[in-house]
């Protein structure tokens, strides 16, 4: 099963809080997962990747959180701000093939 | 350096006819990726090309053709356009081929088919 399932669809956060992006994944031969986030009229830009040996990684203020038994990953933003409104994908792939990306979440930031 | 490139930025066709859209990598990378966003949908794989060699297919019909030239530019080709292939096609380019190797998007082309 080569699907990537992300919730929410879209999300609404204060300025200040934390907002969190959930993806689910089947195939446990992906070892790749890379977060992408897009702005209207822009192609997607790589945010903060991952891999399976690792639980947490944190750039900055985005965090993704690995895991790996329940075959699910999501991303943090901390101390959201209103230029973090955009859509964010998840996405995973297997060495030496392509991405797979989820349906993606629009998030906006209330000022 | 300049990231990708890509042309046209937005283009409108009428159902049956063929479009051309091209990208330019950025500069050093080997690697080009086709992929096609339909409104409100993650990127969908079409294409891969290293080293002017398709690598990689995704899941689309014949109509769907690319190449790669000896600059590492590539262009996507769609024949026989139908209402459906409307998207947002989107060109990404990276060093190697692997698919963990961080691929930089374009802009894309908006295609509209009526």
């Known amino acids: 099963q080569q699907q990537v399932k992300q919730s929410p669809q879209s999300l609404i956060v204060q300025k200040g809080g934390i907002s969190i992006i959930n993806c689910a994944y089947e195939n446990t031969a992906f070892d790749y997962f890379p977060w992408y986030q897009q702005f209207p009229g822009k192609g997607p830009a790589l945010l903060i990747a991952i891999r399976p040996d690792v639980s947490e990684k944190k750039e900055g203020r985005f965090t993704i959180s690995f895991n790996k038994s329940a075959k699910q990953f999501s991303l943090h933003i901390m101390d959201s701000q209103p230029g973090d409104s955009a859509t964010y994908f998840c996405a995973a792939s297997i060495r030496d093939d392509k991405i797979i990306f989820g349906k993606g979440t629009r998030l906006h930031i209330l000022p | 350096d300049a990231g990708v490139t890509q042309s046209p930025t937005h283009l409108i066709k009428t159902r049956g006819q063929h479009v051309t859209l091209r990208c330019s990598p950025i500069?050093?990378?080997?690697?080009v990726s086709w992929y096609q966003q339909v409104l409100g949908q993650g990127p969908q794989f079409i294409f891969q090309?290293?080293?002017?060699?398709?690598?990689g297919r995704g899941n689309f019909p014949d109509r769907f053709s690319a190449r790669q030239f000896p600059n590492y530019s590539s262009e996507l080709n769609v024949n026989a356009l139908l209402l459906g292939d409307s998207a947002l096609y989107l060109c990404?380019?990276?060093?190697?081929?692997?698919?963990?190797?961080?691929?930089?998007f374009g802009p894309g082309t908006r295609l509209t088919v009526l």
């Open positions: 090309y290293y080293e002017k060699e398709e690598r």
């Open positions: 500069s050093g990378h080997k690697s």
């Open positions: 990404a380019s990276s060093k190697r081929m692997t698919g963990t190797d961080t691929q930089y």
